[in-house]
């Protein structure tokens, strides 16, 4: 899998989440830029992220992940 | 709270492979004077088949007259994802309107309640003096492949300790301070204990401290009911348990009152009040009670001053400085308007168990 591919999964699944369709992400939004991501949606995210490419964080990854790109990486960790 | 009672009565408590809480503990939240019949005291997850896998407990409290929480157990199933426990912590914050307590946390808790960046952290130092030998008690735990010759290392204990009857003898030092012993504490306790407790957030009065002398969490073995051990996690039964409080006295002056408890092998003073200058005298008190109870191993305390006396003491056979990790929401803190927030050893949920 391809990082533009992971990041582009990334962020279908979180703007799903938040209720937003037409925002643009990079890999430096942080969750805190994001109106509608709060700790819940964040869970969800989580959530959705690892039923679609199959792996499982621990308490201390989620709590890690600020920004679009600190999932990618820890997805792509995952799948290394 | 109201649906405590609800809980305890229900299919998936009485039959269910995990419960979220013991009748002795719901017996004790539904006592709790700072608690209120609205207050969430459990949140819990199940899953597709009705089975917990999944609780986070709330003890209600007040600072100040602010009401808030200290968190009483937290735990989900092996293999839960971690989104479940992160959503049980949420709810639990969420509930109390972010004024929360956590005391004696794991190393592993208190990095994510660091992490999370809501809370001021603060890890304390105390004392542990084994004065007799632990093989038994200690050993198994750190190697479990030494489980099976436990009984060896009872009689191994029972050897060794023989050994130190001699010690003990040789221990002159008594308390110099007359000493009152009671179960429940008074109005001249709570005015004693108020030139001590300024800067604590887990500060507590008689009538607190009377209710949980009276609503231990823990039971013997033989008053035990049954299939409740087996599907808690945390402590439910003991094979020894007792609670007491000494006052000290300097003359006719009240000069300390110690809370101490006996579980099992291990003596602690979950709280202490007395001025630094009587801490060597008191000190002197617990040696004689280690000395005369030959069955306690250990003692633990984390006031700085007895600590300071107890290191003083050369009839430890092993001295250990162990950490005790507690947090503070800084909302909590801010309303409260404690600067510097001074946790003791009994605060939150410690002293019940």
């Known amino acids: 899998m391809t990082h533009d591919h992971t990041f582009n999964k990334v962020s279908e699944i979180i ?7 037409k925002l643009n992400l990079n890999r430096n939004t942080l969750s805190s830029d994001v109106d ?11 959530s959705e992220i690892e039923e679609t490419f199959g792996i499982k964080f621990d308490f201390m990854e989620i709590l890690e992940m600020k920004s679009v790109g600190d999932i990618c990486i820890a997805i792509e960790k995952q799948n290394s | ?28 939240q539904l006592k709790n004077p700072k608690a209120s019949g609205s207050d969430i005291v459990l949140n819990i997850a199940f899953d597709e088949n009705n089975e917990i896998i999944g609780y986070i407990g709330a003890l209600p409290h007040k600072v100040n007259d602010i009401k808030c929480a200290w968190n009483s157990c937290w735990w989900v199933k092996p293999g839960t994802p971690a989104q479940i426990s992160m959503k ?43 004065f007799r030998f632990p093989l038994a008690e200690v050993l198994p735990q750190k190697k479990p492949f030494l489980k099976p010759i436990a009984p060896l290392l ?18 002159r030092d008594k308390c110099s301070l007359s000493i009152e012993k009671t179960d429940l504490l008074n109005n001249a306790d709570d005015l004693f204990i108020s030139k001590f407790d300024m ?15 009276q609503n231990p969490w823990l039971i013997e073995p033989e008053n035990a009911q049954p299939r409740i051990s087996n599907r808690y996690y945390f402590s439910y ?10 006052r000290f006295f300097d003359k006719q002056k009240q000069v300390g009152l110690v809370a101490y408890s006996i579980r099992n092998n291990s003596l602690k003073l979950p709280y202490v009040y007395c001025e630094k200058e009587y801490a060597y005298e008191i000190s002197n008190y617990f040696l004689t009670l280690l000395k005369t109870d030959k069955r306690i191993t250990s003692l633990t305390t984390f006031h700085n001053a007895l600590t300071e006396a107890f290191k003083q003491q050369h009839c430890f056979l092993y001295k250990l400085t162990i950490p005790k990790y507690s947090a503070i ?25």
């Open chain 2, 329 to 353: 929401s800084k909302q909590l803190l801010s309303e409260c308007k404690i600067d510097s927030p001074i946790f003791q050893m009994g605060d939150g949920d410690a002293i019940f168990t």
């Open chain 2, 154 to 171: 009872v009689l191994a204990d029972k050897t060794l300790n023989f050994g130190l009857n001699l010690r003990d003898v040789l221990i």
């Open chain 2, 88 to 130: 049980l912590l949420f709810m639990f914050i969420d509930n109390w309107g972010k004024k929360v307590l956590f005391s004696e946390m794991t190393p592993h808790t208190s990095k994510i309640i660091e992490k999370l960046g809501f809370c001021k952290n603060l890890t304390t130092f105390g004392f542990r003096g084994y």
């Open chain 2, 237 to 246: 039964q003991t094979q020894r348990f007792e609670t007491a409080w000494l």
């Open chain 1, 15 to 21: 703007l799903k989440n938040v209720g937003q369709t």
């Open chain 1, 36 to 46: 509608g991501w709060g700790s819940l949606q964040h869970i969800m995210i989580i």
């Open chain 2, 199 to 213: 800067h604590s957030p887990g500060k507590r009065n008689s009538n607190d401290f009377n209710w949980i002398s």
């Open chain 2, 1 to 28: 709270m109201a649906q405590l009672a609800d809980y305890l009565n229900s299919s998936e408590f009485a039959n269910g492979k995990t419960i979220a809480i013991t009748p002795l503990r719901a017996a004790s």
